[in-house]
């Protein structure tokens, strides 16, 4: 159980274009998930809290204009990445936490994002 | 500011040679402390959580233990399948009701044949 997925795993675009990637709770119920992006040998960085029907919260620094989070139901959560750039490259990698279950937080297996 | 750190940065080791990863952590009030697997292109593989100084829990060849100010995992004759990133994280309870985790840098464990 506590399975997470995420699609696509990797994607390459143009500069300019917009990316959507997708983050579902397969066998549970999330009602809060997060994103986070990876830099290559450095740790995960919280980019943004997700919460089923509300608006996401933000990291400092990370602009939420450029991200557009959306939680539609209990085991969906779409990260957009707006009018990307190539410094927008990156692993990107979102968690559920599942309810009711210790707390913990599940990963997804990421995305690969490569703007040319 | 809640911090995590890490130590050693990597770690090689001989097939059926153990050792400990540490974990310090620095937070106002431990919710939770989480013990990660990541290997190279893929998201974190959820290990172990503990929640009080005292606490161990195993599974297989690992072994993690918490105290008040820092976590271990041990692992009892490594395989070369052990290699991976092993990330800590710290979950405040001033972390409010979405729960964030404050990860440390991680360790790099090479299990050489």
């Known amino acids: 159980g506590a399975v997470v997925s995420q699609h696509p795993s990797w994607v390459i675009c143009k500069s300019g274009t917009s990316v959507k990637i997708e983050c579902r709770s397969l066998?549970?119920?999330?009602?809060?998930m997060f994103w986070y992006r990876q830099f290559p040998k450095q740790s995960l960085m919280l980019m943004a809290t997700?919460?089923?029907?509300?608006?996401?919260?933000?990291e400092q620094g990370v602009e939420k204009d450029k991200f557009l989070i959306n939680h539609a139901s209990l085991t969906l959560s779409t990260l957009t990445v707006t009018s990307a750039h190539p410094e927008d490259s990156s692993f990107y990698i979102c968690?559920?936490?599942?309810?009711?279950?210790?707390?913990?937080?599940?990963f997804g297996p990421g995305t690969r994002l490569l703007v040319l | 500011e809640d911090q995590v750190t890490q130590s050693p940065e990597a770690l090689r080791l001989q097939e059926g040679e153990s050792s400990s990863l540490n974990c310090s952590y620095t937070?106002?009030?431990?919710?939770?402390l989480f013990w990660y697997r990541q290997d190279p292109g893929k998201g974190p593989e959820f290990l172990f959580t503990?929640?009080?100084a005292g606490e161990e829990k195993e599974k297989e060849r690992l072994k993690a233990t918490l105290t008040k100010k820092e976590s271990f995992l041990h692992i009892t004759a490594p395989k070369p399948e052990d290699s991976a990133t092993y990330l800590c994280?710290?979950?405040?309870?001033?972390?409010?009701?979405?729960?964030?985790?404050?990860f440390g840098s991680g360790t790099q464990l090479t299990v050489l044949p």
């Open positions: 968690s559920a936490r599942r309810v009711g279950y210790q707390e913990t937080q599940y």
């Open positions: 066998d549970f119920q999330a009602t809060t």
């Open positions: 997700s919460n089923e029907g509300s608006k996401a919260t933000y």
């Open positions: 937070v106002s009030g431990l919710r939770g």
């Open positions: 503990l929640y009080s």
């Open positions: 994280a710290v979950q405040a309870r001033g972390s409010g009701s979405a729960r964030q985790l404050t």
